[in-house]
């Protein structure tokens, strides 16, 4: 029995891993090697571009700034869980709650009939 949960999770943990995302603007050299197709040296060149000159908008920029990522194998390193220029807007930054108030004050104030 032991010997059947030992091959199951063995079977299991490549699996496990294709379903981690791996951001390319936050990742390290480390996790980055973790998908199949990016090596030492690509990853090397990943971080050293993004820390030289900032994060990666999408696909398009950083297979324009680092050798040797084409669209090819850029699509088969997101089908493995690589997200680039996917990150979420920090907090406080974005759209906020305030002009949809101040549309529902209006919009109040015009539903009377009275402007």
């Known amino acids: 029995m032991l010997k059947k949960i030992v091959v199951l999770l063995a079977l299991l943990v490549p699996v496990w891993g294709a379903w981690a995302a791996v951001d390319v ?3 390290t050299e480390a996790q980055l090697q973790d998908l199949k197709g990016i090596g030492p040296s690509t990853a090397r060149a990943i ?3 993004r820390t030289d000159r900032g994060p990666y908008k999408d ?10 990522l ?3 194998s850029l ?20 759209k906020s709650a305030a002009p ?3 549309d529902a004050r ?4 015009n539903a009377g009939g009275k402007k």
Do not use: C, M
Not at 75 to 94: F, R, V, Y
């Open 47 to 49: 971080v050293k571009e």
């Open 25 to 27: 603007n936050t990742a």
């Open 70 to 72: 084409g669209a090819k």
């Open 100 to 102: 949809a108030e101040s």
């Open 75 to 94: 699509s088969k390193l997101e089908a493995q869980g690589l997200a680039i220029g996917e990150t979420p807007a920090p907090a406080g930054k974005g």
């Open 59 to 68: 696909a398009d920029d950083l297979s324009s700034r680092v050798k040797g």
């Open 106 to 109: 209006s919009a109040g104030k």
